[in-house]
């Protein structure tokens, strides 16, 4: 079902291939969380220099989003909209990407060994369903090719699912 592929091309074509397995992980699944929990540990497997990948999911009845599937440290269980680094991108929808969270303001420290960020929204027909959180324990460790990257895997993954 799932091999060990290197991943020795540029950084955009490794990207396609992720979201190439993660299609066939979870193309004709229809449990969200399951095809989360495959799509966390691909990530897991496939982004170094990272220590904490996952989920928040928006919890509609209360405004915030929920700690979803994850691979990494325990995690905050609960952010509202607006707060921290996944609050901010869940309420702006709008990808943000932080080369220090040490001087980001608003930034919620989970694991104190994180030292940049990238989250990106995900939305299905105009509305948010949550957001894909990505730690590393490297400064400045996400660039324009990896928020690309990541866009086209959140991408495949709310089509495919």
Not at 25 to 38: D, K, P, R, W
Not at 62 to 78: D, H, S, T, W, Y
Request: with cysteine.
């Amino acid at each position: 079902m799932f091999e060990t592929i290197s991943y020795a091309g540029t950084k955009p074509e490794n990207y396609k291939t992720v979201a190439t397995q993660l299609r066939y992980l979870i193309e004709g699944e229809g449990n969200f969380i399951a095809n989360l929990s495959n799509a966390a540990a691909l990530l897991n497997f496939f982004l170094e220099d990272i220590n904490w990948v996952g989920f928040y999911l928006k919890d509609e009845t209360k405004n915030e989003l929920v700690l979803g599937p994850f691979q990494g440290l325990p995690a905050c269980i609960r952010i509202p909209l607006g707060r921290g680094i996944c609050g901010i991108a869940a309420e702006t929808k709008q990808t943000q990407r932080i080369a220090d969270v040490h001087n980001h303001p608003n930034h919620i420290t989970c694991d104190a060994s994180s030292k940049s960020e990238i989250v990106i929204p995900m939305i299905r027909n105009g509305k948010l369903i949550g957001v894909l959180d990505i730690d590393s324990p490297i400064y400045d460790r996400f660039d324009e090719e990896d928020e690309n990257g990541l866009r086209e895997f959140i991408h495949t993954l709310l089509n495919f699912a």
